[in-house]
Structures are given as C-alpha cells and as structure tokens.
C-alpha cells in the first residue's frame, strides 16, 4: 500500500500543472486510496467519480488518472 501511495503521490505531483482544482483532486484522490486497497480497485473508483464529474473537475480526473496509468507500466 505505502508503494501504491507514493506512486499516487508522484502522479498527483506530475498532474499538478494541468488541473484547475489541484486541491479538491489531492483530497478526493487520497480518500479513494484510503477506501482502495489495490491499484485495480483504485482505478475502478476513479473511472465511477468520472462518470459522475462535471467539467472542468472530470477533465482534472482524466489528467490524473493517464499520469497514475502512465507511472504503473
């Protein structure tokens, strides 16, 4: 899990340039890791605040998610 958390640490930092509510995506990003307990399931709960999101924060999601998948491979 402490592997899991520093790479979301690491996407968060990589995404920060290109979100609009860096602040609001810190909080919901930790707390759906804090709720996951696999990248997997992480990625799942992301891809449902996506789907429910409005612009601009769904496009902050998207951001962060293609960082988070990018660092995972």
């Not at 340039?17 to 810190?26: A, G, H, I, K």
């Amino acid at each position: 899990m402490k592997e899991l958390k520093n790479t979301v640490e690491e996407a968060l930092f990589e995404a920060r340039p290109y979100v609009e509510y860096y602040d609001r995506l810190r909080e919901l990003v930790l707390g759906l890791l804090n709720e996951s307990g696999d990248a997997e399931s992480l990625r799942k709960r992301l891809e449902d605040e996506i789907a429910r999101a409005d612009e601009p924060f769904k496009t902050d999601l998207k951001i962060f998610l293609q960082k988070l998948e990018a660092m995972r491979t």
